[in-house]
C-alpha cells in the first residue's frame, strides 16, 4: 500500500488556512467537521471554494466561517425548510443559512439537518429500488411470460 505524503508546501498551506479563524469560528468548524466525520464516513469530503464540503450521490452540504457568521450551504431544500423552522434568528438564502457564531446553542439544529438529510438520501435508494422492480413488472411482455 502507498501512503501519500504530504508536501510542506501543503502542510503550510492549512496552517496558513487555519490561522486565519478565531476562537468561534474554529469552534463551529471543528464542531461540524468532527460531526460528518463521525456521522457519515461514507461521505465524499473535500475543499469547495475554501469550505469544508461533503457529498453523497446527488447531496451535498458545506459550510463556512466568517467573521461574524457560520453559514451552511445545501441544495436539499427539505433541510432548508427544517432549519427554518427551528432557528428563529437565522437568516436565510437560496440555498444557505447563516446564523451569528455567539448562537453555538443552534449546532444542534444543524447536526439534525444533516442526519435528515441522509434520512432522506436512504429514502430516496428505496424509492428507486421500489420504481426498478415495479418498471420491471409493468413491462406487458415481462408481466405475459411470468403469468403463463
Known amino acids: 500500500m ?16 487555519l490561522n486565519r479563524f478565531n476562537h468561534q ?3 463551529w468548524l471543528y ?18 471554494c475554501r ?15 466568517t467573521r461574524d457568521y457560520f453559514s451552511f450551504h445545501t441544495n ?5 425548510l427544517y432549519l427554518r423552522k427551528q432557528l428563529v434568528n437565522a437568516l436565510f438564502g437560496k440555498r444557505c443559512v447563516r446564523v451569528s457564531l455567539n448562537c453555538t446553542e443552534d449546532l444542534p439544529a444543524f447536526f439534525e439537518a444533516c442526519r435528515r438529510a441522509a434520512h432522506w ?15 420491471s413488472l409493468n413491462n406487458d411482455s415481462v408481466a405475459k411470460r411470468l403469468l403463463q
Open 2 to 17: 502507498i501512503e501519500v505524503m504530504e508536501t510542506v508546501t501543503n502542510f503550510l498551506e492549512q496552517l496558513e488556512y
Open 121 to 135: 438520501e436512504r429514502q430516496d435508494k428505496l424509492q428507486t429500488v421500489r420504481s426498478r422492480s415495479t418498471n
Open 51 to 65: 469550505m469544508p464540503a461533503y457529498r453523497w450521490h446527488q447531496k451535498y452540504i458545506a459550510f463556512s466561517a
Open 76 to 80: 436539499d431544500t427539505a433541510q432548508i
Open 25 to 27: 469560528q474554529k469552534l
Open 31 to 48: 464542531a461540524m467537521v468532527s460531526f460528518m466525520r463521525g456521522a457519515f464516513p461514507n461521505w465524499d469530503e473535500t475543499i469547495f
